[in-house]
Nanobody, 121 residues
Framework: QVQLVESGGGLVQAGGSLRLSCAAS????????MAWYRQAPGKQRDLVAS???????NYADSVKGRVTISRDNAKNTVSLQMNSLKPEDTAAYYC???????????????WGQGTQVTVSS
């Protein structure tokens, strides 16, 4: 079974920093794109940042300059360093990855269980 497990969420004051981590485990042949999404109460789930296997990154306009996504292909992990946090960054953050399980012919999207980030003003 393939699974994604996130860690690193919590409560932080505005202007502070948090680092989220996500580890993929199980019978994995390869991982393509990895990404972080977030969902605030009553709102849709939106892309925060994504990174290809080769390291190309993409960021939502709302977090550009404050957030850095990185990955370790050898460890099957992806991280999200968030600085200068704002109250509007408060949301549940979800790890996402396109994973080809061993023995499968096509990759599929996997999601973590989510980790809560709360930024107080």
């Amino acid at each position: 079974q393939v699974q994604l497990v996130e860690s690193g969420g919590g409560l932080v004051q505005a202007g502070g920093s948090l680092r989220l981590s996500c580890a993929a485990s199980g019978s994995i042949a390869s991982i393509n794109n990895m990404a972080w999404y977030r969902q605030a109460p009553g709102k849709q789930r939106d892309l925060v940042a994504s990174i290809t296997r080769g390291g190309s990154t993409n960021y939502a306009d709302s977090v550009k300059g404050r957030v850095t996504i990185s990955r370790d292909n050898a460890k099957n992990t992806v991280s999200l360093q968030m600085n200068s946090l704002k109250p509007e960054d408060t949301a549940a953050y979800y790890c996402n990855a396109d994973i080809l399980p061993r023995g499968s012919f096509s990759p599929r999207a996997y999601w973590g269980q989510g980790t809560q980030v709360t930024v107080s003003s």
